[in-house]
């Protein structure tokens, strides 16, 4: 004989009723009908506030919690804003980055009476992520316009924001001036007068800057341009792009790599404070004085970068403003009327000069 599933009593009063209460017991206890009730819920200005007030309370006082899935389907919104990530969740709330971007954002979203879901890649799939996340509309970091994953949206026909890339005139951006910030990052180094430099980035350097998109390609352009200047280049025997993970692993995978170089680089710039903080615990790990032995600047200025000892040298984005401008532009777009081009906003950068980088010592 087949086992009764058993479920936990919903409540009236107080007492235990023995069925799931439903908008029709609400309707019923309020004196209303259960299109006022559903109005409750999902468009309280269609009531008066007393009465939405009333039949809120006399819900709660039964138990009683709207299906979300169904609630979507009559409001056809989640109320909730994705922010889509090519890593999966750990790697990304490792990053301090991360979390200042997603504070950002996550005002804006609390404002707006909005949930903040990150989507990572499904089974690696971030095009699969693209086309399953329960979302309203989403941010995208770290990808290219071409690529398959905003081809999804655009299909889905739902907005979004690109950050950190160079995106048509049809889609809505927020970036920052990475080109000048690794430009001033770089002549802070030369100014120093170090010439064996090492590169630390999150991607295999192909040796072509033209290769890269977005943020990668703007950082190694402004790197060059600083270089060439000095009359040095990034293929330059005394110049070396180490690739790593964009992770404090990462960093220290960079470290390690930096002491088989010959000739051994005295400075290295790194494209994120996270990568810089790796390097620097390695350096230390290993004996090195930084920045005696290595001088070693960053890129993001997180909030731990000037509490690091050294503090670190780095370039200062607006991390935070970027996620709160990205979250305001998607809400602006749902709720524009009108056919004007979406936004394409760029944020300033500043450089900051702190312990972690000196002049080179003579060889």
Same mark, same amino acid.
Request: net charge positive; aromatic share 6%.
């Given at each position: 004989?087949?086992?009764?599933?058993?479920?936990?009593?919903?409540?009236?009063?107080?007492?235990?009723?023995?069925?799931?209460?439903?908008?029709?017991?609400?309707?019923?206890?309020?004196?209303?009908?259960?299109?006022?009730?559903?109005?409750?819920?999902?468009?309280?200005?269609?009531?008066?506030?007393?009465?939405?007030?009333?039949?809120?309370?006399?819900?709660?006082?039964?138990?009683?919690?709207?299906?979300?899935?169904?609630?979507?389907?009559?409001?056809?919104?989640?109320?909730?804003?994705?922010?889509?990530?090519?890593?999966?969740?750990?790697?990304?709330?490792?990053?301090?980055?991360?979390?200042?971007?997603?504070?950002?954002?996550?005002?804006?979203?609390?404002?707006?009476?909005?949930?903040?879901?990150?989507?990572?890649?499904?089974?690696?799939?971030?095009? &699969? %992520?693209?086309? $399953?996340?329960?979302?309203?509309?989403?941010?995208? *970091?770290? +990808?290219? @316009?071409?690529?398959? #994953?905003?081809?999804?949206?655009?299909?889905?026909?739902?907005?979004?924001?690109?950050?950190?890339?160079?995106?048509?005139?049809?889609?809505?951006?927020?970036?920052?001036?990475?080109?000048?910030?690794?430009?001033?990052?770089?002549?802070?180094?030369?100014?120093?007068?170090?010439?064996?430099?090492?590169?630390?980035?999150?991607?295999?350097?192909?040796?072509?800057?033209?290769?890269?998109?977005?943020?990668?390609?703007?950082?190694?352009?402004?790197?060059?341009?600083?270089?060439?200047?000095?009359?040095?280049?990034?293929?330059?025997?005394?110049?070396?792009?180490?690739?790593?993970?964009?992770?404090?692993?990462?960093?220290? &995978? %960079?470290?390690? $790599?930096?002491?088989?170089?010959?000739?051994?680089? *005295?400075? +290295?710039? @790194?494209?994120?404070? #996270?990568?810089?903080?790796?390097?620097?615990?390695?350096?230390?790990?290993?004996?090195?004085?930084?920045?005696?032995?290595?001088?070693?600047?960053?890129?993001?200025?997180?909030?731990?970068?000037?509490?690091?000892?050294?503090?670190?040298?780095?370039?200062?984005?607006?991390?935070?403003?970027?996620?709160?401008?990205?979250?305001?532009?998607?809400?602006?777009?749902?709720?524009?009327?009108?056919?004007?081009?979406?936004?394409?906003?760029?944020?300033?950068?500043?450089?900051?000069?702190?312990?972690?980088?000196?002049?080179?010592?003579?060889?």
């Amino acid at each position: 004989m087949a086992k009764q599933r058993r479920t936990a009593p919903a409540r009236q009063n107080g007492a235990p009723t023995s069925h799931k209460v439903t908008i029709n017991d609400i309707a019923k206890r309020a004196g209303v009908s259960k299109t006022a009730v559903s109005f409750a819920f999902n468009r309280p200005g269609r009531l008066a506030t007393e009465t939405a007030q009333r039949i809120l309370a006399i819900a709660r006082e039964m138990g009683y919690m709207p299906n979300p899935v169904a609630r979507s389907l009559n409001t056809r919104r989640t109320q909730a804003l994705g922010v889509i990530v090519p890593q999966d969740i750990p790697a990304v709330l490792s990053n301090p980055f991360f979390a200042e971007l997603l504070s950002g954002v996550g005002e804006v979203c609390r404002t707006a009476d909005m949930s903040l879901v990150i989507v990572p890649p499904i089974r690696g799939s971030l095009v &699969e %992520a693209a086309y $399953a996340a329960m979302i309203d509309g989403c941010i995208v *970091t770290g +990808l290219s @316009a071409g690529d398959p #994953v905003v081809r999804a949206l655009r299909q889905r026909r739902i907005p979004f924001v690109m950050l950190d890339a160079d995106a048509p005139e049809d889609i809505a951006c927020v970036q920052v001036d990475d080109y000048r910030g690794a430009y001033l990052a770089m002549q802070h180094v030369l100014s120093l007068g170090h010439r064996r430099i090492a590169i630390a980035t999150f991607e295999p350097f192909t040796g072509r800057v033209e290769d890269y998109h977005g943020t990668l390609r703007h950082r190694f352009e402004g790197y060059r341009d600083a270089l060439l200047e000095a009359g040095l280049a990034l293929d330059h025997e005394l110049i070396s792009v180490v690739a790593c993970r964009c992770s404090l692993d990462g960093g220290r &995978e %960079a470290f390690r $790599a930096l002491t088989h170089l010959r000739p051994r680089p *005295t400075a +290295l710039v @790194a494209l994120s404070d #996270v990568i810089a903080f790796g390097v620097i615990d390695a350096a230390h790990q290993a004996g090195w004085c930084v920045p005696k032995h290595l001088s070693v600047v960053g890129f993001d200025d997180i909030e731990t970068s000037q509490l690091l000892r050294p503090a670190l040298t780095t370039v200062r984005q607006p991390t935070r403003e970027k996620g709160r401008r990205a979250a305001e532009l998607f809400l602006q777009m749902m709720q524009a009327e009108g056919s004007d081009p979406p936004p394409h906003i760029k944020l300033p950068v500043t450089f900051i000069v702190r312990e972690s980088s000196a002049r080179a010592r003579a060889a």
